[in-house]
């Protein structure tokens, strides 16, 4: 008499609570590119002996990041990446960030990262920084690649500096101080000699309000991570990032009119 054997079915694996942000943008780009009409864009512009005329973007990124492709493919695919984005919008705005995965992931796997502060955190970082150049870098620019980069580099390692820095309770909360500095008049903050007084006076000029104020300061500063901020305000982690996102561009604008004055 046989005995049907079954196969042993192991426990599921308990999925993780925190998400990869550079993992779900990278599903996302993969669905354009292998949907029933794939998202592509000219073989030439990354390939010198491409074997069809286009390709589906996914093969476009593999190229791009491969360290053998030669400087200006590289150059002339990203100024088309960029000039999709910025003319065309969705999908490419998706495409563009997402060009930059395969380069993110080997930047932030080097990146000396503290135990408490969580990778999630890091590439949510590196990602709206990509984005927020992505917006305003022009696409006749050369080394755009490295203006993307450059930036994603800035954030984390402001990231981690913020993080360490708590951790070690060198500083009374960013925000707390913020909060004095704003009720200070103007004429009496003297000239800006650090990030607080910087937001401050930028609070007292009405370019931004005391609640991004204290969002950037918060998070920029004392490292606190996003999603704790998303929780205790009552919205998405992309929401929030997002106004940050807007409140620092603000910001950016201001400070380069007052530099374009002097």
């Known amino acids: 008499m046989h005995h049907r054997h079954h196969a042993h079915r192991p426990a599921a694996r308990p999925q993780s609570t925190v998400r990869s942000p550079l993992g779900e943008l990278d599903q996302a780009f993969l669905a354009l590119a292998h949907r029933a009409e794939p998202l592509t864009m000219p073989a030439h512009l990354v390939c010198d002996t491409p074997d069809r005329a286009v390709w589906p973007v996914d093969r476009v990124r593999t190229h791009l990041a491969h360290p053998s492709t030669r400087p200006e493919l590289r150059e002339q695919t990203w100024r088309e990446v960029i000039r999709r984005a910025h003319g065309l919008g969705e999908p490419w705005d998706v495409v563009a960030l997402a060009m930059t995965v395969p380069v993110l992931r080997r930047m932030l796997a080097r990146l000396a990262r503290p135990v ?18 992505l917006h305003t870098v022009d696409p006749g ?38 909060d004095q500095l704003c009720s200070v008049p103007q004429a009496d903050l003297g000239e800006p000699v650090d990030e607080l007084t910087v937001l401050a006076r930028a609070v007292q000029a009405r370019v931004v309000d005391v609640t991004e104020a204290r969002l950037i300061a918060r998070t920029r500063l004392d490292g606190e991570p996003m999603q704790h901020l ?19 561009q603000h910001l950016a604008a201001h400070l380069r009119r007052q530099l374009q004055d002097q």
Do not use: K
């Open 141 to 178: 620019d050369e080394r755009l690649d490295r203006e993307l980069f450059s930036a994603a580099d800035r954030a984390v390692h402001r990231l981690v500096h913020a993080a360490h820095r708590r951790a070690a309770r060198e500083i009374v909360p960013a925000a707390a101080h913020l």
């Open 230 to 248: 998303a929780v205790e305000r009552g919205v998405s982690l992309r929401q929030l990032y997002r106004h940050r996102g807007a409140a620092e």
């Open 116 to 133: 408490h502060l969580e990778r999630a955190e890091v590439e949510q970082e590196a990602l709206a920084a990509v984005a927020t150049a």
